[in-house]
């Protein structure tokens, strides 16, 4: 019957202890600086296809990263970066 009325008080002191804060809560955090679109450089036609060639010929996709900038009044999609991502293959 002992046992059975420490149980409680066992896990309920366990429960109370603090917990340890994780490393990365006081180290400093890396620099992160914001690039505008301004400062972005539009990829040329030729590198966009041989980007995507590339990832082509390594037996991956070809996944293009495009921003959207104001040229002569209108909204205008460019193209920023090709990435090489693994391809998709869906199980019949």
């Known amino acids: ?7 409680p008080f066992i896990l309920a002191g366990c429960s109370s202890t603090p917990t340890h804060q994780p490393m990365y ?3 400093n955090p890396p ?3 914001l690039v505008l679109d301004s400062k972005v450089q539009q ?3 030729n590198e966009v296809i041989q980007a995507t060639q590339d990832c082509e010929g390594n037996g991956m996709r070809a996944s293009v990263i495009m921003t959207k900038r104001l040229i002569s009044g209108m ?3 460019i193209i920023v970066d090709v990435q090489c991502l693994p391809k998709m293959r869906l199980a019949y």
């Open 1 to 7: 019957m002992k046992k059975l009325l420490l149980v």
């Open 25 to 27: 809560v006081n180290a």
């Open 31 to 33: 620099p992160v600086q």
């Open 43 to 45: 990829m040329s036609r």
């Open 75 to 77: 909204m205008s999609d």
